[in-house]
Nanobody
Framework: QVQLVESGGGLVQAGGSLRLSCAASGSIFAINAMGWYRQAPGKQRELVARIDSGGITNYADSVKGRFTISRDNAKNTVYLQMTSLKPEDTAVYYC???????????WGQGTQVTVSS
């Protein structure tokens, strides 16, 4: 069994910064990719940023240049550094790990990020 525990969400003013962390524990194996998704009220969950096993990253257009995803393989942890935050970044942020040859997805419980104007 795999558990993903997120931390670092909260309330911040527009223009501010937050750093999210997500640590995996349990039966960790063959991590293919780690990522962050978000879901705002009334909207579908969307990909924010992703980093694969080779370190290649991709970002949603709306966060390029403001958010940075990174990983610590030794700690099975993924981070999301968010800067220049905007009210439209307000959402529940979920971390996601993809593992194994069958590319199974694991999700964190979600952490709320609220950006006030």
């Amino acid at each position: 069994q795999v558990q993903l525990v997120e931390s670092g969400g909260g309330l911040v003013q527009a223009g501010g910064s937050l750093r999210l962390s997500c640590a995996a524990s349990g039966s960790i194996f063959a991590i293919n990719a780690m990522g962050w998704y978000r879901q705002a009220p009334g909207k579908q969950r969307e990909l924010v940023a992703r980093i694969d096993s080779g370190g290649i990253t991709n970002y949603a257009d709306s966060v390029k240049g403001r958010f940075t995803i990174s990983r610590d393989n030794a700690k099975n942890t993924v981070y999301l550094q968010m800067t220049s935050l905007k009210p439209e970044d307000t959402a529940v942020y979920y971390c996601n790990f993809v593992m194994g040859v069958i590319l199974r997805h694991y999700w964190g419980q979600g952490t709320q990020v609220t950006v006030s104007s």
